[in-house]
């Protein structure tokens, strides 16, 4: 999850997407920026003219659900069996980086939070939104350590702050900071992936971080206090999201995948005890963590809606305003009728 080891072997394919990575993302901070390259297997994926036909690529995370569909993947075998064809995992430590894989042709089916995928179509990756999961505002959040004398998001004037760039909770906090009537510039952002960011914290070399969960129940455990959740400022969606061109001409496979995701979502709406275990062994965060974050999501998989796609374009709008990303997105660009692959039932 938070290993960073290079993306060398994806070959020619991945170069231009990490000299793109670095236009969108920043890459002056070794191992902390979400433009940084996808952890273990990822490493061992194939250019799209290598691709071995019939092997659906899916991007995960150890803290997520898609780790869980890994782990309990023997109905999605099956299923894509009687289809001729099977999965191959590949793991990022962040949504960024799976995108930039996406648009290399590495990974066809991924699931990422609701920023990383403007990030993406800023930069032309060719990718579609088909599913989400329900809104969760209140998995992620701006904390301060528990004896902080910041009371307040206005607070925040001139202290540091740590986020990881391009991910759900750099749109959180430009949310909060505009609430407070402050801009980026009256704070000290420091951009940093999850596993620095805790460390800065705990050291106190930033007084504050915003975060997702688990990494966010476990600080909560920790005893660090939330100054903003993301309740009445986000919506925090985790979208499905998938390369255009496996969507537009798989759509079986692409419908037996979420097919399963549907399913699953279902066992760990029952299950959130057992669930927690696996991702807690996983990913060495806390099971304590994973069960708080549990019991505070909801689950199923929705349809992408219009009301939806507004959403997302105004945090693109609001991107783009603020030259965070280079120029405007038309979110319902990247949306694909579900005609094409039978939708989410």
């Known amino acids: 999850m938070i290993r960073h080891t290079p993306f060398t072997t994806i070959r020619s394919g991945l170069l231009g997407c990490a000299a793109l990575a670095c236009v969108l993302f920043g890459c002056d901070r070794p191992g902390g920026e979400p433009g940084a390259a996808p952890a273990g297997a990822a490493a061992q994926a194939q250019a799209p003219d290598r691709r071995e036909a019939g092997v659906v690529r899916l991007g995960y995370q150890k803290i997520g ?18 289809r001729g064809a099977s999965a191959e995992w590949i793991e990022f430590h962040a949504g960024p980086p799976l995108l930039e894989a996406m648009r290399a042709g590495a990974v066809d089916i991924g699931h ?30 701006i904390i301060v350590p528990k004896d902080s004398t910041i009371t307040s998001v206005a607070g925040l004037k001139g202290k540091r702050v740590a986020v990881n760039r391009g991910s759900n909770v ?17 704070i000290q952002v420091s951009f940093l992936a999850p596993a620095d960011a ?17 990494f966010l129940a476990a600080a909560e455990l920790a005893g660090a206090r939330v100054l903003q959740s993301g309740e ?19 759509p079986e496979l692409l419908r037996t995948v979420l097919e399963e995701y549907q399913t699953l979502s279902q066992w760990e709406r029952e299950h959130t005890e057992e669930a927690s275990q ?9 099971y304590e963590a994973f069960l708080t974050s ?23 709008d609001t991107l783009h305003r603020l030259a965070i990303i280079p120029r405007d997105v038309r979110v319902e660009d990247a949306f694909l009728s579900a005609a094409v692959y039978g939708g989410v039932r």
């Open 112 to 141: 990422v939070g609701e920023t990383p995928p403007v990030f993406a179509q800023a930069g032309g990756v060719p990718f579609v939104y088909v599913a989400t999961d329900p809104p969760a505002p209140e998995a992620e959040a």
């Open 278 to 286: 696996i991702l807690a062994k996983s990913s060495g965060v806390p």
């Open 170 to 186: 750099h749109y959180l906090l430009i949310r909060a900071i505009e609430g407070a009537r402050l801009t980026l510039d009256d």
């Open 198 to 214: 805790r460390s800065a914290f705990e050291s106190g070399k930033v007084d504050a971080w915003v975060i997702w969960d688990p």
């Open 294 to 316: 549990e019991r505070r999501r909801s689950f199923g998989l929705l349809p992408i809606t219009p009301e939806i796609l507004k959403k997302q374009q105004d945090i693109a």
């Open 232 to 250: 009445g400022l986000v919506d925090n969606h985790l979208f499905y999201v998938v390369r255009r061109e496996f969507a537009e001409e798989q």
């Open 65 to 82: 659900t898609p780790y869980l569909l890994k782990d309990r993947a023997d109905n999605l075998k099956q299923a894509l069996e009687a």
